[in-house]
């Protein structure tokens, strides 16, 4: 596609362009896997076209609105773990992570939220960690302490000690 305008994430459908000519696009962010929503279809006409501009619009409106839902939750107490996990989810070094990565450590995170959401963050120490990592075992241990590492790391936090 040769345009002025640089899309991205627009996939083309096929090698074919379609009966009228143009080529049919499809709005796919990397790693997206499932079923397409239809506002991510976009329209029968030349990228240059504004109806074709506005459909891109929309749909990477659209992904943005779907990537925010991941952020909202419940409100937490002031100074928690709870709302230390909204924070991280939210912030921009979590929003750079591949989207497998950040599946597996928002999974994480939510696991340490529902178990200790209430608790201070101001008041995570080593012996917190270490009792936690101990559930886990080689590679699931070590995956942990790197989410949790990421994690005190966003939020200005030491979880050991040197």
């Known amino acids: 596609m040769r345009s002025d305008i640089w899309y991205k994430w627009l996939n083309r459908s096929n090698t074919r362009p379609h009966k ?3 080529d049919r696009y499809y709005f796919r962010p990397k790693g997206y896997r499932g079923k397409l ?4 279809k976009m329209p029968d006409c030349h990228s240059r076209d504004d109806r074709f501009v506005t459909a891109y619009a929309a749909a990477y409106n659209y992904y943005l609105g779907w ?3 991941d952020v909202v939750e419940a409100p937490a107490y002031v100074g928690s773990l709870a709302e230390a ?3 991280y989810k939210s912030s921009h070094e979590f929003g750079l992570l ?3 990565v950040r599946s597996i450590r928002r999974a994480r995170i939510e696991i ?3 178990q200790y959401g209430g608790a201070q963050i101001s ?3 080593t012996k917190h960690v ?3 990592l101990s559930q886990f075992d080689g590679h699931a241990q070590r995956n942990q302490l790197k989410s949790l590492a990421t994690f005190c790391k966003i939020l200005g936090q030491r979880i050991w000690d040197h």
Not at 37 to 40: E, G, K, L, R, T
């Open 98 to 100: 591949s989207d497998a």
């Open 85 to 87: 996990a909204v924070k």
């Open 130 to 132: 270490q009792k936690d």
């Open 67 to 69: 990537l925010s839902q």
């Open 20 to 22: 009228n000519g143009h």
């Open 37 to 40: 929503p239809d506002v991510w």
């Open 112 to 114: 340490l939220s529902d």
């Open 123 to 125: 008041g995570l120490q």
